[in-house]
């Protein structure tokens, strides 16, 4: 009887539930024959009121957990139980009529198999949510290890490998947001599908890598937040988007976006060589008074930056003319080759910011 009654359940599922017409047959459908057997014989001892090393619930929870390793959703699963229910019922009903059983007693073999059923279904539901959660760890993992591997520029083979791993779709570009740590998940949230986040970075910071972004929707998004944007780049090559908001972090809290700020960037890029152009380009200012030397430095910053004309050098002072060409006939004395390239070159960088 329960060979034919599993048969029946089987084939019940295979024709009412869509998403197991093909997953029952060949060896998995004789694995599945074997359960549904295995779970009536198990249901037929609590009726008779004994018990047996059997646990249904157990083999039920593995079901569920299966389910999701198939791609398949907890409704297919539950209309499985349903059609299953339903059919047993019918075959176990006849033979409890023909067996000659009371209506009270079939009233309760029926309220028993519905139950017994309820009690299938949850420890499905369980498994299903427990693999569920497993494998999202498992993926949100994945992504971070990727993330990790994009900041500290490890190779293609690997960057590869970890893309795989985390079923990421590979973008073109991927621009480095940073920000406090305790910013990182709230931003993330408002990103498009397929960022990446990490808020456990050192000294209490996060990253953001945003794929293929449209960069003032990014800023736009960021305004409210303490976030320094770096450049778009290449995907494998996030580490250097990365390095320059660190950078620019380190430059100035107040850098929102490091594409405003890139003569900044280029100058303290080495402070020990600008310090020495600084030194060098100067000297001739070095045997002069203090207050001397910063009145002409400022000249002399304003005369580059305006190419010389005297009254918006004068303007930018707010000095006269006069005292524009005054000291502007100190600086050639001082400087000899000011009309030199190079020597405009070398001035210019090392006045271009301040001292570090």
Same mark, same amino acid.
């Not at 320094?228 to 995907?235: F, I, Y």
């Not at 402070?271 to 002069?288: H, I, K």
């Not at 001397?292 to 580059?304: N, P, S, Y």
């Given at each position: 009887m329960l060979r034919t009654t599993a048969d029946e359940v089987v084939q019940a599922i295979i024709d009412e539930v869509p998403s197991y017409a093909n997953a029952l047959s060949g060896r998995m459908g004789g694995t599945i024959r074997r359960a549904v057997r295995t779970a009536l014989g198990h249901y037929l001892d609590l009726a008779g009121g004994t018990t047996t090393g059997v646990d249904a619930s157990e083999a039920a929870y593995e079901l569920g957990r299966g389910e999701v390793r198939d791609g398949r959703s907890m409704d297919a699963l $539950?209309?499985?139980?349903?059609?299953? #229910?339903?059919? #047993?019922?019918?075959?176990?009903?006849?033979?409890?009529?023909?067996?000659?059983?009371? *209506? %009270?007693?079939?009233?309760?073999?029926?309220?028993?198999t519905f139950a017994y059923i309820d009690e299938l279904?949850?420890?499905?539901?369980?498994?299903? %949510?427990?693999? $569920?959660?497993?494998?999202g760890?498992?993926?949100?993992?994945? $992504?971070?290890?990727?993330? =990790?591997?994009?900041? &500290?520029?490890?190779?293609?083979?690997?960057?590869?490998?970890?893309?795989?791993?985390?079923?990421?779709?590979?973008?073109?570009?991927?621009t480095v947001v940073l920000l406090p740590a305790a910013q990182a998940r709230p931003a993330f949230r408002s990103l498009s599908p397929g960022s990446l986040v990490l808020d456990d970075l050192s000294d209490g910071l996060g990253v953001l890598l945003v794929p293929d972004t449209d960069r003032s929707h990014l800023l736009r998004t960021m305004k409210?937040?303490?976030?320094?944007?770096?450049?778009? =780049?290449? +995907?494998?090559?996030?580490?250097?988007?990365?390095? =320059? *908001?660190?950078?620019a972090r380190s430059l100035s809290p107040a850098i929102r976006d490091t594409e405003d700020h890139l003569v900044e960037l280029v100058l303290t890029a080495?402070?020990? %060589?600008?310090?020495? $152009?600084?030194?060098? %380009?100067?000297?001739?200012? =070095? *045997?002069?008074p203090a207050?001397?030397?910063?009145?002409?430095?400022?000249?002399?910053?304003? +005369?580059?930056?305006?190419?010389?004309?005297?009254?918006?050098?004068? &303007? &930018?002072?707010?000095v006269?003319?006069?005292?524009?060409?005054?000291?502007?006939?100190q600086l050639r004395d001082l400087f000899p080759d000011l009309s030199s390239p190079k020597r405009v070159l070398e001035l210019t960088l090392a006045v271009g910011l301040a001292a570090p």
């Open positions: $539950l209309s499985a139980y349903r059609v299953g #229910a339903r059919v #047993a019922w019918r075959g176990l009903a006849i033979g409890a009529v023909s067996a000659g059983l009371p *209506a %009270a007693e079939v009233a309760k073999f029926a309220e028993l279904s949850a420890a499905s539901a369980a498994g299903h %949510a427990d693999e $569920l959660a497993a494998r760890l498992a993926h949100e993992r994945h $992504l971070e290890q990727l993330a =990790r591997d994009l900041l &500290t520029g490890a190779s293609s083979e690997v960057l590869l490998a970890a893309a795989g791993r985390a079923n990421w779709p590979i973008p073109t570009t991927l409210d937040r303490e976030a320094v944007v770096g450049p778009a =780049r290449p +995907w494998m090559r996030a580490a250097a988007s990365y390095e =320059r *908001a660190v950078r080495d402070p020990d %060589a600008f310090t020495d $152009l600084r030194t060098r %380009a100067l000297a001739p200012l =070095r *045997a002069l207050a001397t030397a910063k009145k002409l430095e400022e000249t002399l910053r304003a +005369w580059l930056l305006h190419q010389g004309r005297r009254e918006e050098v004068a &303007t &930018t002072l707010f006269h003319p006069q005292t524009v060409r005054y000291r502007m006939g």
